[in-house]
């Protein structure tokens, strides 16, 4: 026969449960259980303690046993329910994830570690962002193997740093086979409760080039669209550059290492007019060209989601949207010294050499 647990209060015991059953900040729980404690601390069995409390039986056993075991502590808390969560090891995730692929896939996600390791996906992506992993994300990179790099980068870099006095920095480029994209379907306008919609096929009315050139000191754009991107287009926007620039302003132009802008054609152009200085990019390396930021913005900002019925509307839009640039434009300045930059690329050849003898061997 299962016999109750015999309870023994001390002066400070009983009192402290006394307190408990009298103070209207207590728990109503947290009270009856005190009062489960108090009555059989005077020897009264779980039946009689049941029926005087208007309680079950087994809760009455229940409280009567943790008091016993664990005191007070047993009966201000519920003991957890359930199993006990499963923990991950952050040292076992980041191997996983940095070491391992998902069967037929290129990476992981959360919901597929999460079924490997037998988690909650929400306890992943906890890991994850301690750990600064982001398995969704790539990022394109491209290291630059010309010969000339280093000579190139820190004639470029020294004119933003430090531009000649007397002369204009301007970053050229173009911007080719924009397209003159009109949606088949009109969509919807952004409404309160809806994002506004855009059909996913598209009808093409022909494409433009833009040419333009970033003035690295105040942020202004010279800009011209035209049908092609050969020597002869680039020529014309040189010739535009003239009329458009101080005639007493020695012109340093930035340009990518493409075979137009090296034309003979243009290059007896440049002779004739000295004013002209070219410095060219090294190869796959356009990021040190700055206007390559404006591309950016204006195809984030004009062209992505815009609708064009013809190339001349395109034209018009583009227009507009370079003579609202330069009401008030913004400079970029560059903040990133040569030696930086060399080391960063210094780092990412040699990593990139590791990974190439260790697939050879």
Not at 77 to 83: K, S, T
Not at 239 to 244: C, Y
Not at 270 to 278: I, Q, T
């Amino acid at each position: 026969m299962r016999v109750a647990p015999e309870i023994v209060l001390t002066e400070d015991e009983r009192a402290e449960l006394m307190k408990l059953t009298s103070s209207r900040l207590t728990s109503v729980r947290l009270s009856q259980r005190a009062r489960i404690v108090l009555l059989a601390a005077e020897g009264m069995q779980n039946l009689q303690i049941a029926e005087h409390l208007s309680v079950g039986r087994i809760q009455v056993a229940r409280w009567r046993g943790r008091y016993a075991e664990m005191r007070l502590a047993g009966i201000e808390r519920d003991l957890p329910r359930g199993a006990p969560p499963k923990k991950v090891e952050l040292a076992q995730l980041v191997e996983l994830t940095t070491q391992s692929k998902p069967e037929a896939a290129t990476h992981w996600s959360s919901r597929k570690m999460a079924a490997k390791l037998g988690v909650h996906a929400t306890t992943i992506s906890r890991h994850w962002k301690a750990a600064g992993l982001k398995p969704h994300i790539v990022r394109g990179f491209k290291v630059s193997r010309d010969p000339k790099f280093v000579e190139k980068l820190e004639d470029i870099v020294g004119l933003y740093m430090a531009p000649p006095e007397h002369a204009l920095v301007l970053c050229c480029d173009e911007k080719s086979q924009v397209q003159a994209l009109d949606r088949t379907q009109p969509g919807l306008p952004l409404k309160k409760g809806r994002a506004a919609t855009m059909t996913h096929d598209y009808k093409r009315n022909g494409t433009t080039t833009l040419f333009a050139a970033l003035n690295v000191l105040d942020g202004q754009v010279i800009g011209q669209c035209q049908q092609r991107h050969t020597h002869a287009e680039w020529l014309k926007f040189l010739k535009k550059i003239d009329r458009e620039t101080p005639k007493d302003k020695t012109l340093h132009l930035i340009a990518d290492n493409y075979a137009t802008h090296k034309h003979p054609v243009v290059q007896e152009w440049l002779a004739k007019h000295p004013r002209f200085v070219m410095h060219f990019t090294p190869t796959s390396a356009s990021w040190l060209n700055m206007v390559e930021r404006f591309f950016r913005d204006i195809t984030t900002e004009r062209l992505r989601r815009g609708v064009f019925t013809s190339v001349p509307e395109l034209i018009t839009a583009i227009d507009q949207y370079i003579a609202h640039h330069n009401t008030d434009p913004k400079p970029f300045i560059w903040t990133k010294s040569a030696r930086d930059i060399l080391q960063k690329v210094i780092r990412a050849n040699s990593r990139l050499s590791s990974k190439q003898n260790a697939a050879l061997h």
